[in-house]
């Protein structure tokens, strides 16, 4: 590196290099300090796990069925619903019983999204818990 004192020289040129010396030692500083005010991370997890094997299910659970054709019907364990009310106080029976059933919907892949989404909101509003969509499977590419 050299130093440029003014015009007094024949190479009269203006120095456009920067002294990046500085700003080395700088950045080394910040990661030195960074490393060590990382705490020290452990590769293990604790995790409080029950002891012994779970009891048994005394009984399957009860399962409903609610299939939802490609013409928007509702089907309740293969019977037709009149209507929405219906369907409500349906739910509603499986939501407040001592042992709550599970609900499985299996919509048709040409039922409208619409009916689907009604009878999603119909078991949340009635406090339905344990409610699953299946058959997707056979929409699996």
């Given at each position: ?6 015009p007094?020289d024949?190479?009269a040129?203006?120095?456009m ?46 399962v409903?069925?609610?299939d ?13 619903l ?60």
């Open positions: 590196m050299g130093m440029n004192l003014g007094a024949s190479d040129e203006v120095m290099d920067i002294n990046t010396t500085p700003l080395i030692d700088v950045m080394l500083v910040l990661i030195i300090m960074l490393i060590i005010t990382i705490p020290v991370q452990l590769h293990a997890v604790n995790l409080n796990l029950p002891q012994g094997k779970p009891p048994p299910p005394n009984k399957p659970p009860v409903v069925t609610i939802i054709n490609a013409d928007g019907s509702v089907l309740w364990d293969s019977v037709l009149a209507d929405r009310s219906t369907l409500d106080l349906k739910l509603r029976q499986v939501a407040l019983a001592a042992e709550p059933s599970e609900v499985h919907l299996r919509p048709d892949g040409q039922a409208p999204y619409g009916a689907v989404a009604r009878v999603l909101s119909s078991a949340q509003r009635s406090g339905v818990t344990q409610l699953g969509v299946v058959g997707n499977e056979r929409f699996a590419p």
